[in-house]
Structures are given as structure tokens and as C-alpha cells.
Nanobody, 124 residues
Framework: EVQFVESGGGLVQVGGSLRLSCATSGFSFAENDIGWFRQAPGKEREGVSCMSGFDDTTYYTRSVKGRFTISRDNTKNTVYLQMASLKPEDTAVYYC?????????????????WGQGTQVTVSA
């Protein structure tokens, strides 16, 4: 059974940092792209960042470039998202998933497999 278990969210002030983790199981983690999506209240889910399972190439959406860093540990089947210089517009539920990951864009791939997400709230 494919599973994604996100953790590490919380309430943080503007300019603060958080590190999200996502433990995965049920598929060949090292052989797949992996990424983070987020959904803010009243908005559609958007791709935030992803990392290729082939060569570790990364993608970041424009609004988080230079502030967020994605990494993966294939020995632990876990993906991380280090978030710094957080802004109120980063407030959302963050999900990890297997995406379509390209150098200049990303998209959803496994539509049926989503975890419960982890809430990130950035207060002004």
C-alpha cells in the first residue's frame, strides 16, 4: 500500500524556518521522482518543489526559489523540505507525493495517493 506521512508543520512567525519531513512506503522510492505540493484555503493545490529520481535534478516554483530546499534520503524513503524566510503567503497544508518532475515545471502524477498533509501557518 502506497503511503505518505507528512510531519514538521506548525505555527511560525514571518522570517522563520521549518523543516518538513515525509516518510513514504509501498513503492520504489529511490526510482521515482518525489515532491511537495501545497494547498492554501480557497486555492487550488500547487506544486512547490520536486526532485528527480533519476539524477536528483530539482525544481522550485518561482515564489519559493532561494528560500526552500528539497532533499531526499533514499535509505529512509524520506523526503524533506527545508523552508526559510517564511512569508504569510506560504501558509498552506503541505503534501508530499510522486509528481511529474521536470527542470522547469512539475505536476501531479499519482492522483489517488495523498497523505494527510501537514499544516504550515506563518503569522505576520
Amino acid at each position: 500500500e502506497v503511503q505518505f506521512v507528512e510531519s514538521g508543520g506548525g505555527l511560525v512567525q514571518v522570517g522563520g524556518s521549518l523543516r518538513l519531513s515525509c516518510a513514504t512506503s509501498g513503492f520504489s522510492f529511490a526510482e521515482n521522482d518525489i515532491g511537495w505540493f501545497r494547498q492554501a484555503p480557497g486555492k487550488e493545490r500547487e506544486g512547490v518543489s520536486c526532485m528527480s529520481g533519476f539524477d536528483d535534478t530539482t525544481y522550485y516554483t518561482r515564489s519559493v526559489k532561494g528560500r526552500f530546499t528539497i532533499s531526499r534520503d533514499n535509505t529512509k524513503n524520506t523526503v524533506y523540505l527545508q523552508m526559510a524566510s517564511l512569508k504569510p503567503e506560504d501558509t498552506a497544508v503541505y503534501y508530499c507525493a510522486v509528481p511529474r518532475c521536470y527542470p522547469h515545471t512539475m505536476g501531479e502524477r499519482w492522483d489517488d495517493y495523498w497523505g494527510q498533509g501537514t499544516q504550515v501557518t506563518v503569522s505576520a
